[in-house]
């Protein structure tokens, strides 16, 4: 094997595993306001090229601008806005963005849309804690107890007990919404 076919294979797999790690380990932490929802309005978002909120349609985020976009949107309540901008992204198969169009979907009451979403997320990623997490509140919403502690018992196999993800979800299953995003 030569010194570039190796260097490239480390490439490959250091991408790899770059990607597995990003998709699946979203922060539990709610994220921190930013002009997009301290300055922008209904249906823009804030650009730092141009100093000023745009309209999302009009935006030039990358996919990984656009998940956090969307992500900060909706954890402010402003889901339409998260959708619209999550469909903007060129990887519609990116795991985090099929998980966030879950969450707003559950948010605004699609539990059935929101369901199909986290499903294509996890097809992809089966690993996806927060995915699993998000999924089994979706289905405590929809009053399946059993579906919500499978996915409780796949988070505590796939990641254990001490993380966000299966602590939000057994709460939520417990019936405490504190942590319920």
């Known amino acids: 094997m030569t010194l570039t076919t190796s260097f490239t294979a480390a490439a490959v797999a250091l991408t790899l595993a770059t990607s597995a790690f990003a998709a699946g380990s979203d922060s539990s932490e709610?994220?921190?306001?930013?002009?997009?929802?301290?300055?922008?309005k209904k249906n823009k978002i804030w650009d730092a090229n141009k100093g000023r909120c745009v309209?999302?349609?009009?935006?030039?985020?990358d996919d990984d601008g656009i998940y956090k976009n969307a992500r900060e949107l909706a954890y402010?309540?402003?889901?339409?806005?998260?959708?619209?901008?999550?469909?903007r992204a060129e990887n519609q198969q990116d795991p985090?963005?099929?998980n966030y169009k879950g969450f707003t979907n559950r948010k605004l009451g699609y539990t059935k849309r929101a369901t199909e979403f986290y499903e294509?997320?996890?097809?992809?990623?089966?690993?996806?804690?927060?995915a699993r997490s998000?999924?089994?509140?979706?289905?405590?919403?929809?009053?399946?107890?059993?579906?919500?502690?499978?996915?409780?018992?796949?988070?505590?196999t796939i990641g254990g007990t001490d993380n966000w993800?299966?602590?939000?979800?057994?709460?939520?299953?417990?019936?405490?919404?504190?942590?319920?995003y």
Do not use: H, W
Request: aromatic share 8%; with cysteine.
């Open 76 to 87: 402010a309540g402003r889901y339409y806005n998260a959708l619209n901008l999550l469909d």
């Open 30 to 40: 709610p994220p921190k306001p930013t002009e997009t929802t301290q300055k922008c």
């Open 55 to 61: 309209k999302i349609k009009e935006s030039k985020l």
């Open 96 to 98: 985090r963005i099929l």
């Open 120 to 130: 294509q997320a996890l097809t992809i990623d089966p690993k996806y804690i927060l």
């Open 165 to 180: 993800a299966y602590e939000s979800l057994s709460r939520a299953i417990q019936g405490d919404t504190a942590l319920n």
């Open 134 to 156: 998000y999924f089994g509140q979706a289905k405590m919403q929809s009053g399946d107890v059993a579906g919500a502690k499978e996915q409780l018992a796949l988070i505590k």
